[in-house]
């Protein structure tokens, strides 16, 4: 268990929906991270936030967004949902936004089918 | 541009053999590369990490090695069991245009009783 904790753990929902995938970090870690993972693909990482600032910015679709609040979950926004936005998302948190040292530690995942 | 490429994209054994995972980086200025073991459907997990100045680490039967003036990593799975199934991702940080972390694509391993 990393201590990363991630709501729901499986979402269906039609074409043109919104959703919206909740992420608690570990405890004392500051940076949140999001990644998409479509079937068999890599991780690509979508958007950082660090103690409630965005810290940095991936292949993050316009109808994607993020948030970081100040008891540092962070909840990732999907909107207009499309056939292709079915993936696995993945939160990751580690304790610092730009130390060397920053092993980020992965949530469960949430797994989003899109109909 | 900062790449993290990773060879094979897979790899069948039998259980009990040994297999070794490459990693080739461009990520410059380096600053660390982990190992991470995503087991199907679930989050990455870490199994080591090294700086500039580190050669080798081991974590169990797994030993990853790091030539920094080369840009090769590879991680050397001794003993393989049935567990030992999954994708091993590469992932290589440095301060390039502000402070990056990049995944590689990773390697399936299947190991095979």
């Known amino acids: 268990d990393s201590g990363v904790t991630q709501t729901p753990k499986h979402l269906i929902t039609a074409t043109g929906q919104r959703v919206t995938l909740r992420c608690s970090p570990r405890s004392g870690d500051l940076s949140v991270y999001w990644y998409q993972q479509s079937l068999d693909q890599g991780l690509q990482f979508l958007i950082q936030?660090?103690?409630?600032?965005?810290?940095a910015k991936g292949n993050i679709l316009e109808r994607f967004s993020a948030q970081q609040f100040p008891d540092l979950h962070s909840e990732l926004n999907l909107s207009s949902l499309e056939l292709g936005d079915s993936a696995l998302y993945f939160c990751a948190s580690s304790v610092a936004g730009t130390s060397s040292d920053n092993e980020q530690f992965f949530g469960p995942g949430t797994r989003l089918t899109v109909l | 541009k900062n790449q993290v490429e990773q060879s094979p994209q897979s790899l069948i054994i039998l259980e009990g053999k040994n297999c070794t995972l490459q990693?080739?980086?461009?990520?410059?200025?380096?600053?660390?590369l982990r190992w991470y073991k995503q087991d199907t459907g679930r989050g990455p997990v870490s199994l080591t990490i090294m700086t500039f100045s580190e050669n080798t680490k081991s974590n169990g039967r797994y030993t990853a090695t790091l030539d920094a003036d080369t840009k090769q990593s590879s991680l050397h799975i001794t003993a393989s069991q049935l567990s030992d199934s999954a994708s091993y991702i590469c992932?290589?940080?440095?301060?390039?245009?502000?402070?990056?972390?990049?995944f590689g694509a990773g390697t399936r391993l299947f190991v095979k009783a």
């Open positions: 990693c080739n980086y461009t990520v410059s200025p380096f600053s660390n």
């Open positions: 936030y660090y103690n409630g600032e965005e810290r």
């Open positions: 992932v290589v940080s440095g301060n390039t245009g502000g402070f990056k972390t990049i």
